[in-house]
């Protein structure tokens, strides 16, 4: 008896049934997927099976099976004849492995294999993936011609407001030169005017001097305070009245006693010398009746846990250096401090305002009168949480050797807001894409201060860019997304070119264009949809500042009264 050893197959008869029963049940049939051995055996009834050919490529030979192998065992349980061992292989299915008990020769051996998949049943789910990545292809195809007939409308609105918009244009020209001739006749009352503006200007000018004659005995004033609080003694902390009685640590000052005592932001003042602590006034006062090198004992209140910490108080050496914040020991600096928040805040509103009124005159022309219809996809670009930040530089260091990338690294610090914006403006779309031609890497000059030492960092945000052939570029402070972006560019050419999402070396195919739809009218589309965007974070961006310019003057007047 002679039969290929082809899963399910126990006999002719058998593979006929078994085919016969999965063209009845689909669902069944698909489920089932049984195992491949690849040999042919023969044998009389009652004895074991002998393999008489194993076709090339198979499990059973990549397994070691050979021609004239006896396989006595399958799993350790005995073989059986021909049909008995037909029967095991096929309650198999395929990728099962089996241990094989041959007897070649005289020696007993036990191969294990793994059962392959039929060549009928790898050929049929091949051409099932390819009839499913047909239709994939096809939907696709269906989803582009949709959008080009959104963008197709998207431009004719965007023309009828353009229409729209000239003919406003026409219409404010008209008034203009209406207003034109009512000025004429206004020309004559402004005359009589400007000897009387002459007069309040001559009384601005001199309110003016006496003004700044009057800030600077004060700045004297403060420089000879300051000089006195040289000798005073100084703990070097920064501190926040919260809520309720909470006072605690915002800042620590570096190579300061609260440093030197391993003191840490966020923690809660709960004592001092043994006296309760409820205000910032508290602490001030406490120290102020101290001397350099006296110690003091704080009780503070870190992560849920009551810590006792002792510290030597030291004294003031001079004027901070620009990325240490001032530190709050006298009963004046927490509203300076406070006054110094505001102005970051300002400086924030005032750029970001800069930047989308750029954008809002770039694009007046194109700006249309109704808004255009909102996209429903909006252009891939890293999100916040996605920028893959590295905090390690000689990581990043090693990984641009192997990627050929340039290096780019940022210093900065929790504290500090330009900091803040400027890591905000890495986290813009148009920035953010163009991480992926650097291995970024942030250093936080507070944790890690000998890589700034090393670096000479005298001031933040500095970031500094190196590319393989060693050449560098940087800058300090605070810059625009456009200006940021532009920067990178120029460090970089190839960061303008990288797109979110996509492999440098995987290139995707293009979708064929439709018919009857160009370049321009997907460009139109998008353009509007951006200067909608540009517009609402411009309104957003004038009432922060109406809202911190209002906080300002407030902290002013409260300044002004200390």
């Not at 049939?29 to 690849?38: D, F, H, I, T, V």
Request: one cysteine or more; aromatic letters at 2%; hydrophobic letters at 45%.
């Amino acid at each position: 008896m002679r039969l290929p050893l082809t899963l399910p197959s126990l006999s002719l008869m058998t593979l006929l049934c078994v085919s016969a029963a999965a063209a009845q049940n689909p669902a069944q049939a698909e489920k089932s997927n049984p195992g491949w051995l690849g040999v042919i055996v023969e044998g009389r009834r009652g004895e074991a099976s002998k393999i008489v050919e194993v076709d090339a490529g198979s499990p059973a030979a990549h397994a070691g099976l050979a021609v004239g192998d006896v396989v006595r065992a399958v799993d350790g349980a005995e073989a059986g004849d021909v049909d008995a061992f037909l029967s095991k292989i096929a309650k198999k299915q395929a990728g099962a492995r089996v241990v094989l008990t041959i007897e070649r020769g005289s020696a007993k051996r036990d191969l294990p294999v793994i059962l392959g998949e039929r060549p009928d049943v790898a050929a049929a789910r091949k051409a099932a993936e390819k009839a499913a990545a047909a239709k994939a292809a096809a939907a696709k195809a269906t989803a582009a011609k949709a959008a080009a007939e959104k963008a197709a409308a998207a431009k004719a609105s965007a023309e009828k407001a353009a229409a729209q918009k000239i003919a406003a244009a026409k219409a404010a020209a008209e008034k203009v030169a209406a207003e034109k001739v009512a000025a004429e006749k206004a020309r004559a009352a402004e005359a009589a005017a400007r000897e009387k503006a002459r007069a309040s200007a001559a009384r601005a000018a001199a309110a003016a001097e006496a003004a700044r004659k009057a800030s600077e005995s004060s700045a004297k004033q403060q420089a000879e305070q300051a000089a006195r609080q040289s000798g005073q003694a100084f703990l070097g902390v920064t501190l926040d009245q919260r809520s309720g009685d909470d006072v605690a640590i915002a800042q620590v000052t570096p190579k300061s006693a609260a440093q030197n005592a391993r003191l840490q932001p966020r923690d809660v003042v709960l004592e001092i010398d043994g006296k309760r602590v409820r205000t910032t006034e508290d602490v001030a006062s406490h120290i102020r009746s101290k001397k350099p090198g006296d110690a003091v004992v704080l009780s503070i209140l870190r992560d849920g846990k009551k810590i006792r910490i002792d510290a030597t108080l030291g004294t003031r050496q001079g004027a901070v250096a620009a990325r240490v914040p001032t530190a709050v020991d006298a009963s004046g600096e927490q509203a300076r401090l406070e006054l110094e928040r505001a102005r970051e805040a300002l400086a924030r509103a005032r750029a970001s305002a800069a930047e989308a009124a750029a954008v809002k005159e770039r694009s007046t022309k194109e700006e249309p009168k109704e808004p255009a219809p909102e996209r429903e996809v909006e252009r891939a670009a890293p999100k916040a949480s996605e920028i893959a930040w590295g905090n390690e530089l000689e990581a990043a260091v090693r990984n641009a050797k192997k990627s050929g990338k340039s290096v780019l690294v940022v210093f900065t610090a929790a504290w500090s807001g330009p900091c803040r914006m400027l890591l905000a403006g890495f986290e813009r779309p148009e920035v953010a894409r163009r991480l992926a031609a650097f291995e970024a890497v942030r250093i936080d000059v507070d944790e890690k201060e000998a890589i700034a030492d090393a670096y000479d960092v005298d001031s933040i945000p500095y970031v500094l860019a190196i590319r393989p052939d060693g050449e560098k570029s940087s800058f300090t402070g605070y810059l625009g997304a456009k200006e940021l972006a532009a920067w990178l560019d120029g460090v970089e050419p190839r960061a303008g070119k990288s797109k979110a999402g996509a492999q440098a070396k995987a290139p995707v195919a293009a979708v064929p264009q439709p018919r009857g739809v160009d370049e321009p009218s997907r460009a139109s589309s998008d353009d509007i949809a951006d200067l909608q965007k540009q517009l609402r974070e411009l309104v957003e961006a004038q009432n922060r500042m109406r809202e911190q310019l209002d906080h300002l003057l407030e902290l002013a007047r409260r300044e002004g009264k200390r």
